[in-house]
């Protein structure tokens, strides 16, 4: 997987400025300084096994485990012979106390509508839709697919799954039906659950439309639940469909939860990777949770009285862990919103901001730096005062936007924590500890205690500081996948035999002096498009199953507000050339295959792409073109390209 990126890493990133978190942040926050938190990591990775035991006793188990850790490499269980429920840790456990009539969610729709759950309230829905799923068949080990718009259903049908032992696959609402079949196929899901549609820019997005569509081709399911959300037309088909109401409507607000196994697969969630094909990662329900856990308290801070809003959509892992299991394990009170920032205007999310008294803010790069560009009236126009801690995600935050999250939306009193992790690593691995860490604007600073993550060459030897390598975890973690769903071989040789020995993120990164790691973006052939992870490689089949095209290759390209933009470079079967429409077409067909935020941003026509002489096309070639490289001269009016690699071959 590292690839021929390795010859690009070299930071040029030069930041001097520090952010210390302020003194009465620190009085109040778990962990308070620099020497506790020295002390933590250090004794976790002095004793892992130790210190991962101690932490596991924030989890209620429904029988204790008998070993930590049994790592026979590279397969992982953690906690063995320990037996829980991931959503009686969820709800349950909190109704015994002052949390039972505490906010666990608060939703609000885009419309303008709005639903609390209090922890009692979210038990009974829970519960009735366990007992619904139940009555459709659903047992301990069975697969099913949720493709639902941000609402309440969402986080109530994942932990209706986890409550009867049954393995989750969520699939984002902005995938195409293709995709979506795909997904469950490779899943094999007995039950499908969606609705007629969900509310984005006050337009509906026709959910069950694309899961009809979808489930012509899928054997294995048998069911499919309704939720009426948007009210528009759809289609039942007898025997097979089923409205919520009427299925979870009658059923019991209680329903006793499976005890299942530490390493029960608490769901799969399908990422991109470098092949066509997208991979069900694997969690498991004990670490995982735990890790979720831990970091609520060492990265968000989280107290009882907090508001805490994770803006990710359900669909990405994100939303899993810092939406649904993280804040609900913690007891804390997490907003849901379901549709788009602009909508019905761009202060949407400052508005919510201030209608809930968020404190806890988290968001992704690309969408502060869209703020940016609507401008900060639309922020003034709400009092924000109540935020008191903001994080960010998905991809690097470039310090320009970091200053601005500082200054406009933390108004120079929040800590920033800028948490770099991945589906894989299940929740956060690199991250400032708000009370302690100080802060440098595009850096996200020190590995969380019990994380052995270092910056190696391709051989796997530390390289020096400030020198760039590829970020690499060298000890297992509690939160990290157990492998991909049906391919186990693809886990092994995807990220343990790249570099030997050690985890590979598939990131390239540096450390500096300090000891703090810059991320420098991917090292393989996944980019990050406004913070949807993309596998090039899903794209270019996606193009080459449209009969004009002969062959393609997708690049990312550096975009100001998107991070990265998707550039693809087609050539055409036969003698077609390639017009406006055509372009047109092609974009449409991405958008059908894959979703519509895979639409490639630019495609460009050739005569012939850029190979090598055994045939490999020249990525980086492309990247560089596609960047606008200045030392490869004008390049856009070269037709055939593969003039251009005859000239660089040698460079590969
Ligand atoms: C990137 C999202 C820099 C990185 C949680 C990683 C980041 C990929 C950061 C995973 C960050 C995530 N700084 N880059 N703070 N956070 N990334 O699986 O390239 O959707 O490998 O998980 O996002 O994306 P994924």
């Not at 590292?2 to 978190?21: A, C, G, W």
């Not at 006793?57 to 490499?73: A, I, T, Y």
Request: aromatic share 10%; net charge neutral.
């Amino acid at each position: 997987m590292p690839n021929d990126h390795s010859i690009d890493i070299e930071s040029v990133l030069q930041e001097e400025r520090k952010f210390p978190p302020s003194a009465e942040f620190s009085r109040r926050a778990h962990i308070k300084s620099m020497a506790e938190y020295e002390a933590l990591y250090r004794r976790a990775a002095e004793d892992p096994e130790g210190f991962w035991k101690e932490c596991a006793s924030e989890l209620f188990w429904f029988k204790p485990f008998s070993k930590v850790l049994d790592w026979n490499f590279p397969w992982v269980k953690w906690f063995v012979g320990g037996e829980l429920n991931a959503s009686y840790n969820c709800i349950d456990r909190h109704l015994a106390g002052p949390r039972r009539n505490k906010a666990a969610i608060i939703w609000e729709g885009e419309p303008g509508d709005s639903r609390v759950l209090t922890y009692q309230m979210l038990a009974g829905e829970v519960a009735r839709c366990a007992n619904g799923l139940r009555s459709l068949g659903v047992k301990a080990g069975d697969l099913v697919t949720i493709y639902l718009p941000m609402v309440p259903e969402a986080v109530i049908a994942m932990l209706a799954c986890a409550r009867i032992g049954a393995t989750h696959s969520v699939v984002f609402g902005g995938f195409s039906a293709d995709a979506l079949r795909d997904r469950i196929n490779d899943a094999e899901a007995k039950v499908c659950i969606t609705a007629d549609g969900g509310w984005r820019r006050g337009q509906i997005v026709e959910l069950k439309r694309s899961t009809d569509e979808a489930l012509k081709q899928t054997p294995s399911i048998q069911k499919c639940v309704v939720l009426k959300r948007c009210g528009n037309r759809v289609e039942m088909r007898p025997g097979r469909d089923l409205w919520w109401d009427e299925l979870m409507g009658p059923q019991k607000t209680v329903c006793d939860p499976v005890s299942v196994d530490s390493e029960h697969p608490l769901y799969t969630l399908y990422t991109s990777g470098t092949t066509g094909k997208p991979k069900g990662v694997v969690h498991s329900t004990a670490g995982y949770l735990l890790h979720t856990l831990m970091t609520m308290k060492w990265v968000f801070d989280i107290k009882d009285e907090d508001v805490f809003w994770c803006t990710a959509d359900i669909g990405w892992v994100t939303g899993h862990s810092y939406t649904v299991y993280g804040p609900l394990a913690a007891g804390a009170t997490a907003v849901i919103y379901e549709g788009a920032p602009n909508a019905p205007e761009n202060d949407r999310f400052w508005q919510i901001i201030e209608k809930y008294r968020v404190n806890i803010f988290y968001t992704a790069p690309t969408a502060i730096r869209t703020f940016i560009k609507w401008g900060e009236e639309w922020v003034k126009k709400h009092d924000l005062s109540s935020l008191r801690l903001l994080g960010s995600v998905g991809e690097p935050i470039n310090p320009e936007a970091w200053m601005w999250y500082h200054k406009v939306i933390g108004r120079e009193k929040c800590p920033i924590v800028d948490t770099w992790w991945q589906t894989e690593t299940g929740g956060i691995l690199i991250s400032p500890i708000p009370g302690a860490t100080p802060t440098k604007p595009g850096s996200a600073t020190r590995p969380l205690p019990g994380i052995a993550a270092e910056v190696v060459t391709r051989e796997g030897s530390a390289v020096a500081p400030n020198q760039g390598g590829f970020l690499v975890i060298k000890r297992p973690w509690p939160g990290m996948l157990r492998t991909i769903f049906h391919d186990p071989d693809r886990y092994k040789h995807q990220y343990f035999e790249q570099i030997p020995g050690v985890y590979t993120t598939g990131d390239g990164a540096r450390c500096d002096d300090d000891g703090y790691f810059w991320i420098m973006g991917r090292v393989d052939d996944v980019i990050n498009v406004s913070g949807h992870r993309l596998g090039t490689m899903e794209v270019e089949s996606a193009l080459v199953s449209h009969p004009a095209v002969a062959e393609a290759a997708a690049v990312g390209r550096p975009d100001e507000l998107k991070g990265q933009a998707l550039m693809c470079f087609v050539t055409l079967e036969g003698r077609r050339k390639g017009d406006d429409r055509l372009r047109e077409e092609l974009r449409n067909h991405v958008a059908r295959e894959i979703g519509a935020f895979a639409k490639p941003d630019t495609i460009r026509f050739t005569d012939a792409l850029p190979k090598t002489r055994s045939g490999k096309i020249m990525r980086r070639l492309l990247r560089q073109i596609a960047a606008g490289d200045q030392t490869l001269g004008d390049t856009t009016t070269l037709e055939d390209l593969s003039v251009l690699s005859r000239l660089r071959e040698d460079e590969e």
